[in-house]
């Protein structure tokens, strides 16, 4: 069977949503780390300057359009396997079979697949999509020639706004369901489980990408606004 063969089916796909994934997980990591430099009292020297290097690096702005793509692909594929599924069984069961079959999670995949998908275009369009595109203020540091774009006050300014907070906090739900189940799913399709593992898999699963790293999102806007 060809590489191209392969990938359209079931087995084939569930391996690319499981791949892509893992990808992402490795993504918020550094994403995190970088959106924590926001709660530095230093006027937003070190998120801007991370921000320029992130916004104007060759090989970042590969990975960037590379992630965009991967994101795209992984939600594209995961729709897929999902109506492929309802198709497999058009016919409901009688009886909800409930958590006989299936964690709760898992069963909200799609709707917590798709909050989060909206979130992140949101998050691109109001933050992303200006940083490289839009107007934006500038400011000079101490030690350094040329201005940067100062993404940390308009950062800021998008904060102020309790909607917009309640948005991104509401977002990082979406996005901690999603991880929880997608993590575990992940290494089950990449054949990981095994009882030796499922341990050290579960806690990093669900307290690592499912609540200290979406906690660790959701916090920075609430800070912002309350020490605005």
């Given at each position: ?6 990938f359209n089916t079931s087995i084939g796909k ?165 991880l929880i189940h997608g993590f575990k799913s ?43």
């Amino acid at each position: 069977m060809k590489w191209s063969q392969f990938f359209n089916t079931s087995i084939g796909k569930k391996l690319l949503v499981g791949a892509t994934g893992l990808f992402l997980c490795s993504f918020v990591l550094v994403h995190l780390a970088g959106n924590f430099q926001l709660l530095y009292k230093d006027e937003g020297k070190a998120f801007n300057a991370y921000a320029q290097f992130m916004g104007h690096n060759s090989l970042i702005q590969f990975i960037a359009w590379g992630l965009k793509i991967v994101i795209l692909l992984h939600a594209f594929i995961a729709i897929q396997l999902t109506f492929s599924n309802r198709a497999a069984r058009p016919v409901k069961y009688a009886v909800n079979p409930g958590n006989a079959t299936s964690s709760w999670f898992s069963r909200q995949m799609a709707v917590m697949g798709s909050i989060l998908f909206i979130f992140i275009v949101v998050h691109l369009a109001q933050l992303w999509g200006k940083f490289h595109y839009g107007e934006m203020p500038t400011k000079t540091y101490e030690g350094m020639t040329e201005p940067l774009k100062d993404l940390y006050a308009v950062t800021y300014q998008l904060f102020e706004n309790p909607i917009v907070v309640l948005i991104y906090v509401i977002g990082m739900i979406g996005l901690s369901f999603h991880l929880i189940h997608g993590f575990k799913s992940a290494c089950q399709t990449f054949g990981l489980n095994h009882k030796k593992y499922n341990g050290i898999i579960n806690f990093i699963g669900v307290w690592v990408f499912g609540i200290a790293i979406p906690v660790g999102f959701a916090i920075i806007p609430v800070l912002i606004y309350f020490n605005r």
